[in-house]
């Protein structure tokens, strides 16, 4: 027999595939895995991290993983012959979401420099202000406001805000909004709205332009 034969039992364990791997993959499949919300899943995953990859990548999905932030997620592979099948869906965002997702990344960067904190927290009157310098004077403030809490909504169920327990207008800015919106999504977000500005100037935000989150390279919005 030759001595560098493979033990055959020692290739079936090699080979097995891991009992934890089908629980780590059906949880990212629901959607964020954060590590201070699910340890038991996220230990897992951190001793499974090549399954993981190998395991969602025949599905055309690549696993998206922060170890210093604390998040994974799946995230469809680019498909430009459009021959795979979509399995996180992708849906349409509106203008104004697609505008405070930008706004809130600029912040946290600015946040990231300027600041030793972990956490970014802002109020409702933090976010409204922020945004407001964007929009066009109104004489019908109640209607704003309600605008701006629909869009709030919106993202806090995208979960890129965080409210924060017994604070109903605080929230906590999600780290993984940098994952989402990168460098090059601000950009070409820039150019958008400079673009609006200049033809639309004076016409509701809301009404005058509805864009999709999937339009260029923006961020996606996937089922949870």
Request: no cysteine.
């Amino acid at each position: 027999m030759n001595p560098a034969t493979t033990n055959p039992a020692a290739l079936e364990t090699e080979s097995r595939t891991p009992e934890e791997l089908p629980a780590v993959v059906t949880r990212l499949f629901k959607g964020v895995l954060y590590s201070e919300t699910d340890e038991k899943v996220w230990q897992s995953l951190l001793g499974l991290t090549s399954h993981v990859r190998d395991y969602v990548a025949v599905l055309g999905l690549d696993l998206i993983l922060d170890e210093s932030e604390g998040y994974a997620f799946l995230r469809s592979r680019e498909d430009p012959d459009g021959t795979l099948p979509r399995l996180i869906a992708r849906r349409t965002l509106t203008f104004n979401v697609s505008l405070l997702l930008a706004l809130l990344r600029r912040r946290m960067m600015e946040f990231d420099i300027n600041s030793s904190e972990v956490r970014l927290i802002m109020t409702e009157r933090d976010i409204a202000d922020m945004v407001s310098v964007f929009l066009p004077e109104s004489s019908n403030q109640a209607k704003v406001q309600d605008r701006m809490g629909a869009d709030i909504k919106k993202v806090v169920e995208l979960g890129f805000l965080r409210k924060l327990k017994g604070q109903s207008d605080t929230y906590e800015v999600a780290r993984i909004l940098k994952a989402y919106v990168d460098a090059q999504w601000l950009e070409e977000f820039d150019a958008r709205l400079a673009d609006y500005r200049a033809t639309v100037a004076g016409e509701p935000l809301a009404d005058a332009v509805t864009g999709s989150a999937a339009a260029g390279s923006a961020p996606e919005e996937e089922d949870k």
